[in-house]
């Protein structure tokens, strides 16, 4: 199971720091993404990492001011949110892949999803 936290309310230029807990003992063998949608829009990836941080991916809508990362001793993927701005506001989500030690950055790979938490950034 997965479960984001961390949403809330901020002002554009701010920051926050989402996380996702996981249960399960083969966390560290999933690659791990947040995905988000805004009200009348896709669904859409924000950022993905491998199952041991080798590798990672963001969307350009977000690469420069979110990075993605984990701890696979705690169980926990994170996602610091900088430079926010009012079309990131959006309801996160924190997703696994559903292949051990597989990496692409195909949505349709993700196929366990957590409960998203909601982010809004005020103008």
């Known amino acids: 199971q997965l479960q984001a936290f961390g949403g809330g309310l901020v002002q554009a230029g701010g920051y926050l720091r989402l996380s996702c807990a996981a249960s399960g003992r083969f966390f560290s063998s999933y690659s791990m993404g947040w995905f988000r949608q805004a009200p009348g829009k896709e669904r859409e990836i924000c950022a993905s990492i491998n199952w041991n941080s080798g590798v990672t991916y963001y969307a350009d809508s977000v690469k420069g001011r979110f990075t993605i990362s984990r701890d696979n001793a705690k169980n926990t993927m994170y996602l610091q949110m900088n430079s926010v701005k009012p079309e990131d506001t959006a309801v996160y989500y924190c997703?696994?892949?559903?292949?051990?030690?597989?990496?692409?950055?195909?949505?349709?790979?993700?196929?366990?999803w957590g409960r998203g938490t909601q982010v809004t950034v005020s103008s």
């Open positions: 997703v696994a892949d559903t292949v051990q030690y597989r990496w692409n950055t195909n949505m349709g790979s993700f196929g366990s």
